[in-house]
């Protein structure tokens, strides 16, 4: 299986490593801009050192993948000083959603819908060890920014968290607050909708056949055995054909004379 997204173009950048573990973290970014090629080039201002594994647009599904499902990115800090990013390899997959932290509530249902559609579930397929039904709570707006922010995770808790995550979550030295208060009931029926959709309704019941009457019964049986005949079924609808021919010329013609000789009177 491909690990190349369906509906993402390919913007490759250099991965920072393979995870630690099993990938088992989805976290969600807002590039606080508002457009993907703004955010690739902030990528190449930082010399490439700030990018996620995807990019996406949630508005017009426009969106790249920069990393491998299995392969870490580069845009969480690290615990540690100089870099590489230790907190990216702790099976971590990032995407920055293109929009505003301060915004992502008022965003319409459908900009959630794409967002598991395009990204989301294929994600899912690819690591089955994400548990996508479990999301951190809470997601919250400005007040969860700085590093002693009350939804950050303690280490122990980064370390032992499996599902939906967003940047305001992760341990300091991270600080920021997005993706913001997002709507987590709407992502969640969105996941749900897509990952588990509901059984289509079973097949009405035919409709129930006329009763016949057991003389009617007996010559459909014996249609059905003339006609399920190999050798003499269509031997014998071609004789049962010409006989009813047979009997409405003869009523025809009958009828025809008695109308003659009405007409002579």
Request: proline share 9%; aromatic share 10%.
């Amino acid at each position: 299986m491909t690990e190349q997204f369906p509906a993402l173009h390919a913007d490759w950048r250099k991965d920072n490593g393979r995870h630690k573990g099993q990938v088992a973290r989805v976290l969600l970014h807002t590039t606080e801009g508002s457009t993907v090629a703004g955010a690739q080039a902030a990528y190449d201002g930082a010399r490439g050192s700030i990018h996620p594994h995807v990019t996406y647009d949630p508005r017009t599904r426009h969106g790249v993948q920069h990393v491998t499902v299995h392969r870490a990115s580069a845009s969480l800090k690290s615990r540690t000083w100089p870099w590489p990013h230790s907190y990216n390899r702790d099976g971590v997959f990032q995407v920055e959603c293109v929009g505003f932290a301060r915004t992502t509530p008022t965003y319409s249902n459908q900009w959630y819908e794409n967002l598991v559609m395009d990204v989301l579930d294929p994600l899912f397929d690819l690591a089955p060890g994400i548990h996508w039904w479990n999301f951190a709570a809470p997601f919250l707006g400005p007040s969860a920014y700085g590093t002693a922010a009350p939804q950050r995770f303690s280490m122990q808790k980064w370390l032992g968290f499996n599902g939906v995550i967003g940047h305001q979550h992760a341990p300091k030295p991270n600080a920021h607050w997005d993706p913001g208060a997002i709507r987590v009931d709407t992502l969640a029926q969105a996941i749900v909708d897509v990952r588990e959709p509901e059984p289509l309704p079973p097949s009405p019941p035919p409709p129930p056949e006329e009763d016949m009457t057991p003389e009617e019964s007996k010559q459909l049986a014996e249609m059905y055995r003339l006609l399920t005949n190999k050798d003499k079924g269509q031997v014998a609808t071609y004789d049962m054909i010409t006989r009813k021919f047979a009997a409405t010329f003869k009523w025809f013609r009958e009828l025809g004379v008695d109308h003659a000789e009405d007409d002579e009177d």
